[in-house]
């Protein structure tokens, strides 16, 4: 399942873990504080229980969002945003049905 990894964190140092916890995960980055990748619920339960040992749940935020790909498909992209880095990436489907 394709999840999301968004976070709000104010330490470097936290923020620069959690960016490495997912990168350890094989997700991707899209964003600054941003990932998406290919994880088994128990992966992403594995992830949430990894991080919590370290981020501040009192001033940071981390969201660990799922995604069904059918959902991924209806996306709406605002802006500029570099599909051609990530094309190759099972997960991303860049055409709708209705595109054939």
């Known amino acids: 399942m394709i999840f999301w990894v968004i976070y709000d964190i104010s330490s470097n140092k ?3 873990r959690v960016a490495s916890k997912c990168k350890n995960y094989g997700l991707d980055r899209i964003q600054k ?5 290919n994880l088994t619920k128990n992966k992403a339960e594995m992830f949430a229980i990894e991080i919590r040992e370290f981020v501040h749940e009192s001033s940071d935020c981390v969201f660990i969002m799922p995604s069904c790909k059918e959902c991924f498909t209806s996306k709406e992209i605002v802006g500029r945003f570099d599909e051609e880095k990530v094309r190759q990436k099972e997960f991303l489907i860049l055409s709708n049905a209705d595109d054939k």
Do not use: D
């Open 14 to 16: 936290t923020r620069n």
């Open 33 to 37: 504080s941003a990932f998406i990748g």
